[in-house]
C-alpha cells in the first residue's frame, strides 16, 4: 500500500479536504485505484452529537457512519462508497484501546499513549486502508490520508508520531507527505510572506516528519521568487511546491494540479510510474469549462436553521450545485433563517422579517433542508404554506418533509395543533411521531442512520419517474422522528399522496401533491449520494421545476416506459 498524508499548517479552514480530494482525483486519472481516511484529532467519538455551527454538516455514509464533512468531499470526488471506519477519532481510538484494556489483552502492561494509542492507530490506517471503497475487488493502490487540524495542535500530537512510525515502517518510497499551508499578502506591503509556512514546517521537521511537496493557498498565483525562497528554507524542491490558488469553482483543482505536473511528481515519490497511465481529466476539464461558461442562473430560496454557516448545508449546496448544472444553470442560493419569516419577527426585527419575505417571493423555488429542534420551525411551515399556496416548486428534505406535513394538516384538514412529538408531544394532533425503536436517553448514534430501501407505490408519480422509473431506491437516512401511519389514510384522502413507503409499509419516505407543479418531501437525504455528473434525482427534480424542464423531462420518461 501507498500513502499520501496530507497535513496543515498556520490556521484550519485552508482546504485541506478539497486538496486531499483532487490528489486522490488525479491519481485516480492515471489508473490507479484510490481510497481515502481522514483523522479527526478530536476526542467525540463520531461527528453525529455536534452543532452543525460547531463543525459544519454530519455526512452520513452508506453503513450509517455520522462522519466529518470531508468525507463528503472524498464520495463526491472520487465516486467511491467509504464506510464509518475511513473516519478515524481521537474518541475511537481511545475507545477501542480502553476496551482491549478491560479484556485483559494487554497482559498486566502499564497502557501508554506511545506504544499503544499510537499502534492502535497505525492498525486501523493499515487495515481500513485494505478495504476496497469502489465496488472492486481488493485493496486500492493508494490510501489518501488526512490529518484535521493544524500541525502543532495538543490533540493531534498521538496521530504525528504514529504517521511518523508508519513512514518509517513502510519506507519512503511507500510513503509521500503533502503540507497544506497558507501563502498571505499584507495589504501595505502587497508581498507574499512565506515566514508562517517556515515556521509551519519548521515545528513538522521537529516531530519527525518531513514533506516531500509543499500545496501553498494563495489568492494569486505564486510569484517565482515565492517558490525559491520557499523551496531554500523549508527543504523542499521548487517542482515539487504546488501552488493552489483561488479558483471560479473547485473543479478547476485537480486541473490546476495537473497543469503543474503534480501527479508525475507524486507518482516518482512513490514508484508508480511503472504501473500508471497517462493523466486523463477530460471529464474533469469539461466539467470546470461547462460551469464557468453558464449565463443563466436559478434563484433557490434555502429556508433553514443554521444558515448563518454554509458549511451546515454542504451536501444541500454541492447537490443543488450538480442539479443546476445538468440544466445549463448557475445556483443562486439566497439564505433565509426560517425565524425572520415569523410573525414575531414582524415586531422584534422588522427589517429583516421584510427582507427575509421578499427573498422568499422572488425566489423561483423553494428548499427546506434537515434540522434538529423547534426554532424556526413556525417560519418553515409558512415557507411550506407560500409555495403550496402559489405553485412555487418545493422541496422538503426530513424535517422539511416533516414541515409540509404540518403545514398541509393545518391548512386543508383544519387540524390547528397538528404538530410534530419533537415540538409539542402533547398536543392532541400528532402527524409526526417520535420512531418507536429510539432512544430518549441517548444522542450518539441511536437514529434511522445509512442507506434503507424505499419502495415506490406507484410508477404513476414524479419521484419514480425522476429515479428513470424505478420501483425503488436506496438513500441515507438520518431521523427520530417520522410521519404517524395513523394520520396517513385521513392525509391522503385530503389529496397528499405518499409514494414511497419503507418495506413495511409503515414509514412514509416520499410524499407528492398531485395538483402542484412540484411540491416534493422526503424523509431521507439524497443529497449524500449526489455526484458531479449525476445528480440526486429530487433536487434536479426541483430545478427542473424552476426553470420549466420538468413537464418535458417527465414525458421524456414515460414514453421510455411505455
Not at 467525540?44 to 459544519?56: I, L, Q
Request: glycine letters at 8%; a negative charge.
Amino acid at each position: 500500500m501507498k500513502y499520501v498524508l496530507v497535513t496543515g499548517g498556520v490556521v484550519s479552514g485552508l482546504g485541506k479536504g478539497v486538496t486531499a480530494s483532487s490528489i486522490g482525483v488525479v491519481l485516480k486519472a492515471c489508473g490507479l485505484r484510490v481510497t481515502s481516511i481522514k483523522i479527526d484529532p478530536y476526542l467525540n467519538t463520531d461527528a453525529g452529537t455536534m452543532s452543525p455551527f460547531e463543525h459544519g454538516e454530519v455526512f452520513v455514509l452508506d453503513d450509517g457512519g455520522e462522519v466529518d464533512l470531508d468525507l463528503g468531499n472524498y464520495e463526491r470526488f472520487l465516486d467511491v462508497t467509504l464506510t464509518r471506519d475511513n473516519n478515524i477519532t481521537t474518541g475511537k481510538i481511545y475507545q477501542s484501546v480502553l476496551e482491549k484494556e478491560r479484556k485483559g489483552d494487554y497482559l498486566g502492561k502499564t497502557v501508554q499513549v506511545v506504544p499503544h494509542i499510537t499502534d492502535a492507530i497505525k492498525d486501523w490506517i493499515e487495515l481500513v486502508s485494505l478495504t476496497p471503497v469502489d465496488g472492486k475487488e481488493g485493496a486500492a493502490d493508494v490510501c489518501v490520508i488526512e490529518l484535521g487540524g493544524t500541525v502543532g495542535d495538543i490533540e493531534s500530537m498521538p496521530f504525528i508520531e504514529a504517521l511518523r512510525q508508519l513512514y518509517f515502517t513502510v519506507g519512503q518510497d511507500n510513503f509521500c507527505l503533502i503540507h497544506v499551508s497558507l501563502i498571505p499578502v499584507l495589504g501595505v506591503v502587497g508581498e507574499q510572506k512565506t515566514k508562517p509556512t517556515q515556521h509551519s514546517v519548521r515545528e513538522l521537521r521537529a516531530l519527525g516528519l518531513t514533506p516531500h511537496f509543499l500545496a501553498c493557498r494563495s489568492a494569486q498565483p505564486l510569484l517565482e521568487n515565492t517558490k525559491q525562497k520557499l523551496s531554500q528554507f523549508c527543504h523542499v524542491p521548487v517542482a515539487n511546491i504546488l501552488n493552489i490558488h483561488d479558483v471560479p469553482n473547485i473543479w478547476h483543482i485537480p486541473l490546476l494540479l495537473q497543469n503543474q505536473n503534480a501527479h508525475d511528481a507524486i507518482l516518482k515519490q512513490m514508484d508508480l510510474m511503472s504501473v500508471a497511465k497517462p493523466v486523463d481529466l477530460r471529464e474533469w476539464t469539461k466539467r470546470a469549462e461547462t460551469f464557468d461558461n453558464l449565463t443563466k442562473s436559478v434563484r433557490i430560496a434555502m429556508v433553514g436553521k443554521y444558515v448563518g454557516l454554509t458549511d451546515s448545508y454542504l451536501s444541500v449546496v454541492k447537490a443543488l450545485l450538480h442539479a443546476c448544472t445538468a440544466c445549463s444553470f448557475k445556483p443562486s442560493i439566497d439564505w433565509i433563517a426560517a425565524s425572520d419569516l415569523e410573525d414575531d419577527s414582524a415586531q422584534s426585527a422588522p427589517e429583516a422579517y421584510a427582507t427575509a419575505w421578499k427573498t422568499l417571493r422572488g425566489a423561483a423555488c423553494v428548499l427546506v433542508p434537515g434540522g434538529f429542534g423547534d426554532r424556526g420551525v413556525k417560519g418553515m411551515i409558512l415557507a411550506a404554506k407560500y409555495a403550496r399556496e402559489n405553485n412555487v416548486p418545493y422541496l422538503g428534505i426530513c424535517l422539511g418533509m416533516q414541515i409540509s406535513v404540518i403545514e398541509f394538516a393545518r391548512s386543508v384538514l383544519c387540524l390547528e395543533k397538528a404538530n410534530s412529538e419533537e415540538f409539542d408531544p402533547q398536543t392532541p394532533d400528532l402527524v409526526v411521531i417520535f420512531m418507536p425503536e429510539g432512544s430518549k436517553t441517548h444522542m450518539g448514534s441511536t437514529m434511522r442512520l445509512g442507506s434503507r430501501k424505499t419502495l415506490f407505490q406507484t410508477p404513476d408519480c414524479i419521484m419514480s419517474k425522476l429515479y428513470n422509473n424505478s420501483n425503488h431506491v436506496d438513500e441515507r437516512h438520518r431521523h427520530r422522528y417520522e410521519v404517524n401511519p395513523e394520520v396517513v389514510g385521513t392525509l391522503e384522502e385530503a389529496g397528499l399522496r405518499f409514494v414511497g413507503r419503507d418495506e413495511t409499509g409503515k414509514r412514509m419516505e416520499i410524499l407528492e401533491l398531485p395538483c402542484h407543479p412540484f411540491y416534493v418531501g422526503v424523509q431521507f437525504h439524497p443529497e449524500y449520494k449526489s455526484r458531479p455528473g449525476r445528480p440526486s434525482a429530487p433536487f434536479l427534480g426541483l430545478i427542473m421545476a424552476a426553470t420549466g424542464q420538468l413537464e418535458a423531462h417527465v414525458k421524456t420518461q414515460q414514453n421510455g416506459s411505455i
